[in-house]
């Protein structure tokens, strides 16, 4: 008898079992042909760090529903999800993605300003390295700028612009000093100029402006 009520418990158990996998598979089933869930889902993911699972439904919604109005939120917040977890390569192309795919986009001026911030913080410190990052976000801070003169997000734009344009008025600053070192002082003064004209507003021209001067008195 003992054995008998032991076995129906572990049925009815079984049973339970299979009923909660049904009901959280049909939840699932739900939440994935239902664009806004989906999204809902993404975001409650997003708050609480889960990114990889935020992403995996961000691109599920973005690839099932492509006409849905959740579609470009989607592919914006794939982006951000990218620059949460610094991987500011990825955010950039991501936002990009966005401003082509959706031009008239009223988040379209925060896609481009988010591109331009993702290269900017994917700028290395070190003037020695490559900083072609840099350049991008000097040109994308400067095309934000030219199409969305009136943005909130103006100034902080030109104050990342301004370092941009600072860390690659060093870096030519840095080139100049190495022809000086070596006694080569024309292909000096020449870096000195080009950058005096390029990047007139920084800090470093300032610097670089003295050192010309100095070179060119006898």
Excluded: W
């Excluded at 600072?166 to 100049?176: C, G, N, T």
């Excluded at 100029?193 to 990047?199: K, P, Q």
């Amino acid at each position: 008898m003992r054995e008998l009520r032991r076995t129906r418990s572990l049925a009815r158990l079984a049973l339970l079992l299979s009923l909660f996998m049904l009901q959280a598979c049909a939840s699932v089933a739900v939440e994935e042909s239902d664009p806004a869930k989906l999204f809902e889902q993404a975001e409650e993911e997003i708050r609480n760090d889960h990114f990889i699972l935020a992403t995996d439904h961000l691109k599920s919604l973005r690839n099932k529903f492509p006409y849905s109005q959740f579609a470009p939120l989607a592919q914006l917040r794939l982006a951000d999800v990218y620059f949460l977890q610094e991987s500011f390569g990825e955010a950039a192309s991501a936002y990009e993605t966005f401003r082509d795919l959706y031009p008239k986009h009223e988040k379209t001026s925060y896609a481009l300003f988010r591109a331009a911030k993702s290269y900017f913080k994917d700028t290395p410190e070190q003037i020695a390295r490559d900083l072609g990052s840099a350049n991008r976000a000097a040109e994308t801070y400067r095309d934000f700028l030219r199409k969305y003169p009136a943005d909130p997000l103006r100034d902080e734009a030109q104050q990342d612009l301004l370092s941009a344009e600072d860390r690659l008025a060093s870096k030519e600053f840095y080139i100049a000093n190495f022809y000086k070192r070596q006694g080569q002082l024309k292909a000096a003064r020449a870096r000195i100029e080009g950058l005096l004209v390029t990047y007139p507003q920084t800090p470093t021209a300032q610097e670089a402006k003295k050192s010309l001067d100095e070179m060119s008195t006898p």
